[in-house]
């Protein structure tokens, strides 16, 4: 069975840190770029990180310089460390595999294929 299953979500105080893991089963992730988007009630899902199958990695500039997004292609695996958690970056977040192999990274959700079930992450205190 292909899947993409997000792992490591969860309440977080604001200032505080959490490490998602994105892991693929029935297919591979190395020669893709694989994204991270997020949703949050009411709004639309909107990018958030990714990286070119070669390690080029891309942000948003809402998290640039707080989050870091890295792969181990060994584990068919793509992490996103989070730090200095704000309160907007609660939201479920998603991470999904592009269409093609070999492309340059992208941001549009449109360029992903395989998506995520999706892992809650709040940030409160």
């Known amino acids: 069975q292909k899947q993409l299953v997000e792992s490591g979500g969860g309440l977080v105080q604001p200032g505080g840190s959490l490490r998602l893991s994105c892991t693929a089963s029935?297919?591979?992730?190395?020669?893709?770029?694989v994204g991270w988007f997020r949703q949050a009630p009411g709004k639309e899902r909107e990018f958030v990180a990714s990286i070119s199958w070669s390690g080029g990695p891309a942000y948003a500039d809402s998290v640039k310089g707080r989050f870091t997004i890295s792969r181990d292609n060994s584990k068919n695996t793509v992490a996103l460390q989070m730090n200095s958690l704000k309160a907007e970056d609660t939201a479920v977040y998603y991470c999904?595999?592009?269409?093609?192999?070999?492309?340059?990274?992208?941001?549009?959700?449109?360029?992903?294929?395989?998506w995520g079930q999706g892992t809650q992450v709040t940030v409160s205190s």
């Open positions: 029935g297919f591979t992730l190395e020669h893709f770029g």
């Open positions: 999904a595999r592009q269409n093609r192999p070999y492309g340059s990274t992208s941001r549009s959700p449109g360029e992903y294929g395989y």
